[in-house]
């Protein structure tokens, strides 16, 4: 079942994959999509001419935030992007205003556009990306988990060591 609503300038369509009844999402404004496919989490931005039959390099900024120099890959017509680094784009996606993109095709040629991210349906994508098991976090948010973690663990290790520490000096000293 196909369903497509319009959410301000973003159309969002969800459906089922017939063969593996995995679930299908996509969130577009035609500039860009956030796609949750199969077990992949996609961005794509579409630019409507031949730039490439492999990686093409870019560069691409959010709002004021300083430029980020990538290499995104190729869709097999070779007319749109696939962002590599789907995680810390869709962070910053999610937080910002605008988005401006400029990659360089097979000859060298810059193409730029611009992407006004008003109105994005944030609560969809990050259902999109959670479909894909694909969890948006920024690096410091992720670092901070993995920190976190390995801190937990460590306490854990203490603990034990200490309560070992205890119970062996309860037996010494009633020995």
Known sequence: MLLSTPVLSWTVSEDTDPFTD???LYISSGD?????????????????EYLSSDFVKG???F??????????????????VFVQ???????????????????YDYQGTGHTK?????????ETILRA????????LSEVEDAK???TAELEADLIRGMQLATAACWNLGALSSA
Request: with cysteine.
């Open 22 to 24: 995995e679930p299908e």
């Open 32 to 48: 860009i999509t956030f796609r949750c496919r199969g077990a992949s989490f996609d961005v794509v931005i579409p630019f409507g």
């Open 59 to 61: 560069i691409y900024r």
């Open 63 to 80: 709002d004021k935030n300083v430029s980020v120099e990538v290499e995104f890959g190729i869709s097999t017509t070779g007319t749109s």
């Open 85 to 103: 680094d789907t995680n810390n784009f869709t962070y910053q996606a999610l937080r910002s205003e605008k988005l401006l993109i400029k990659v």
């Open 114 to 122: 611009s992407i006004e991210l008003d109105g994005l349906p944030s």
């Open 129 to 136: 990306a959670s479909l894909c098991k694909k969890p948006i």
């Open 145 to 147: 988990r993995q920190a």
